[in-house]
């Protein structure tokens, strides 16, 4: 029989039994598929139980008591999508947010997530609006044609690898394009930052926790052995949310220096914003002053140019002079 | 062959099925087969060996759409072939193979009623309400996790409720799952502060205008709007509420980050119909010329990695000439002069003139 028809037929069986079903009945139910005697048999009714758990249907086996004879069951309560039972505006959330990641074509489990999508109308009493108004986003979010998406496979193949904790194989391309590394690293997981997708994971050439660049992933290559078995398990101390919420000048270049710039108004909340979670804020005279300490100075000064007139870096003397320097190079060149 | 798969060789049969034909065959599903003595379910099995013969894609894919198919197609008598298949993120072909496949779905003992009752009429799917597949399955670790992952991105008020009760509909068993993976996915800080986004989730829902405390990036300066908002959405990592300006006449984009302040109006609005909305842009179209960058090597390579930044030309050196489409003059002086003195604007007339000016201006800070 047809793997697939197998399992929905198996769904379907045991969602109708009214009490556990035993191994012995299962086997005489489907006399081709399960009906060989020892292990065999068995492992393969094993391995569609867990197929069918992936599909998020849970199939339990019951010990028995006075009431029930032990077997296989199906539970309807545990089987079915349950009403989220969440006010209009969460479940605005959950449309908008799904719809927008889905729409941009690279996000992790692209896949799974347009099948939550489509759950989420049965999940919820009264979606119209919100359902609505989603698919307005996918539309808004998608990216035009000629837009380079082929970073989504590249999400996808390794967020099954991120799921399965699977090492992978990668052939990376080096900052300035030049040449190509190839290493084994286990991935931890997917951030997003600037509209990019990274990978964290730990690198076994560099022998440390390392970010990749999806983008510059050559070619990629999941350990395809046991693919149930996971290879690693993540180091406990790494917290992705951490790692990727780092700013530019937070990455792990140099020791600590403490560095001040100087902001005149009128400073746009965005501006301040920019400068992250730990920058500590004093005003004088009107002017807003910024103090961070950086591990790269060298991305506090391209985030300080960006920032045009308005800013100034003061301290350290020497980041200072850089930036100097920068703009006088640039200006050397205009005429 | 049986009757189920003779029935599929009539010329009335594919895609278009007679209502009458399909609890005719379960009437009498072993008539015409010569295996009409074999018990039934050997006789099922044996019409899909014949089948199987065409090579499938992971059979678990057809498995999931299906199962949200007939419970969606329960829930909707009637629905147009085209509108189930764009639903169910399939060509019409797919889903005309889904419900043959369907056709065939039964359970132990394959008695006529423990089939689905399903028929296509006229490009339309009805299928009568099944016993077990009335609902679609809980979801699994990774949709849960998914769409965790993208609401946590979003941020808002409710986004706590929201990963919560996204946990609980998964199976048990699996949640320990569902959290490790959501760890594992970081999809970016949340735009907006939590009380503004909160709002607009509401007002967005219940389509009701807000009116705006919006930092006008053009103007470098606080605008009070009344906005209509139909959504939000998402382009090269920012996110932006689509909706109607009431003051300008037209549906605008606003980025998220740049409202201060969102109250939500007792004013109630028709929603944008599907065809105004299928004309609509985050941006309007390319608002004049896109703007050139000249990069140096270690700027291209970065640069090029980024959404959003077109190729114009290779340079000698690995370096290049970039263009961005639908930009302020502002907004590509900051671009270029983040490149770390590794890029320049080169064009058009007024952006070289605006970059020209802000290196000197700033440089003239640092004498």
């Known amino acids: 029989m047809q793997k697939d028809q197998r399992l929905l037929d ?34 393969k009714f094993e391995r569609d139980k867990a197929d069918l758990l992936e599909l998020g249907i849970p199939v339990r086996y019951a010990a028995g008591d006075e009431d029930l004879p ?51 109308s049965f999940a919820a009493r009264a979606p119209g609006a919100s359902e609505a108004a989603a698919l307005a986003t996918r539309q808004l979010s998608a990216p035009e044609e000629g837009d380079p998406v082929d970073v989504g496979a590249r999400v996808e193949e390794l967020s099954r690898a991120v799921a399965h904790r699977k090492r992978v194989h990668v052939v990376y391309l080096g900052a300035e394009r030049r040449h190509t590394t190839e290493r084994d690293v286990d991935p931890y997981g997917l951030f997003q930052r600037g509209g ?6 730990f690198c076994h050439l560099r022998q440390a926790i390392r970010t990749f660049h999806l983008k510059r992933i050559v070619s990629l290559a999941m350990n395809p052995s046991a693919p149930r078995t996971p290879d690693f398990a993540p180091r406990k101390d790494f917290s992705l949310a951490d790692f990727a919420t780092r700013e530019i000048w937070e990455y792990d270049v140099h020791g600590a220096v403490r560095c001040r710039i100087r902001l005149d108004p ?33 991305g506090l000064l391209r985030h300080v140019l960006a920032l045009g007139d308005r800013a100034e870096l003061l301290q350290p003397k020497g980041l200072r002079e850089k930036a100097r320097a920068v703009l006088a190079g640039l200006e050397r060149g205009l005429a | 062959m049986t009757a189920a798969k003779r029935r599929k060789a009539e010329p009335a049969a594919p895609a278009v099925r007679a209502s009458g034909a399909a609890p005719s ?20 099995a044996s019409a899909r060996k014949a089948a199987a013969a065409a090579p499938r894609p992971d059979p678990r894919d057809r498995l999931r759409r299906v199962l949200f198919l007939v419970p969606y197609a329960v829930r909707h008598p009637g629905i147009p072939v085209k509108e189930l ?28 009623d423990d089939f689905l009752d399903l028929y296509v009429e006229g490009d339309r799917v009805y299928v009568a309400l099944h016993q077990s597949f009335s609902r679609p399955p809980r979801f699994t670790e990774s949709e849960a996790a998914a769409l965790a992952a993208a609401a946590q991105a979003l941020g808002g008020e409710g ?13 048990r068993d699996r949640r320990a799952s569902f959290d490790e993976l959501v760890g594992r996915i970081y999809a970016g800080a949340p735009p907006a502060r939590d009380s503004v986004l909160g709002r607009l989730q509401r007002a967005i829902a219940e389509r009701r205008a807000v009116r705006l405390a919006y930092h006008s990036a053009s103007r470098d300066a606080e605008t009070e709007r009344v906005v209509r908002p139909y959504t939000l959405a998402q382009r090269f990592g920012h996110w932006y509420l689509y909706g109607h300006d009431s003051a300008r006449g037209k549906a605008l984009a606003f980025r998220l980050d740049r409202i201060r302040e969102c109250t ?40 090029l990695a980024r959404p959003g930044v077109r190729l114009v030309e290779r340079a000698e050196k690995g370096g290049a000439v970039v263009e961005l489409a639908g930009t302020s003059d502002e907004y590509a002086t900051r671009y270029a002069l983040s490149l770390g003195g590794d890029a320049e604007v080169i064009a058009p007339a007024s952006a070289r003139r605006h970059f020209v000016d802000a290196v000197r201006r700033t440089l003239a800070r640092y004498g």
């Open chain 1, 10 to 43: 198996l769904a379907a069986f045991l969602l109708k039994a009214a009490e556990p079903v035993s191994w012995r009945e299962i086997q005489e139910q489907f006399p081709e598929d399960y009906g060989g005697k020892g292990e065999a048999a068995i492992r």
């Open chain 1, 70 to 120: 032990a077997g296989y069951l199906i539970e309807r309560d545990e089987f079915y999508l349950p009403d989220l039972k969440l006010p209009p505006e969460d479940l605005a959330l959950l449309y908008l947010a799904g719809s927008a990641a889905l729409a941009s074509g690279t996000f992790p489990y692209a896949r799974d997530l347009a099948h939550a999508l489509n759950k989420l």
């Open chain 1, 196 to 201: 990019a997708w990274f990978l964290a994971g």
């Open chain 1, 266 to 298: 009128p400073v746009p909340a965005e501006v301040i914003a920019s400068f992250g979670p730990r920058a500590k804020l004093a005003e004088d005279g009107g002017a807003t002053f910024v103090e961070v300490d950086a591990t790269n100075e060298e």
């Open chain 2, 25 to 44: 065959r379960r009437a009498s599903p072993k008539a015409a087969s010569p295996k009409a003595a074999s018990t039934k379910p050997a006789a099922k």
């Open chain 2, 85 to 112: 298949a764009r639903r169910c993120g399939c060509t019409e072909r797919e889903l005309l193979e889904d419900l043959d496949f369907l056709l065939e779905v039964g359970s132990p003992p394959f008695a006529p």
């Open chain 2, 159 to 171: 986004r706590e409720r929201a990963v919560k009760a996204l946990r609980e509909s998964v199976p």
């Open chain 2, 264 to 303: 939500v109006s007792d004013e109630r609005f028709d929603p944008p119909s599907e065809s105004e909305l299928a004309r609509a842009r985050l941006f309007s179209e390319a608002q004049g010329e896109p703007v050139q960058i000249r990069l140096g090597p270690l700027a291209a390579a970065w640069a």
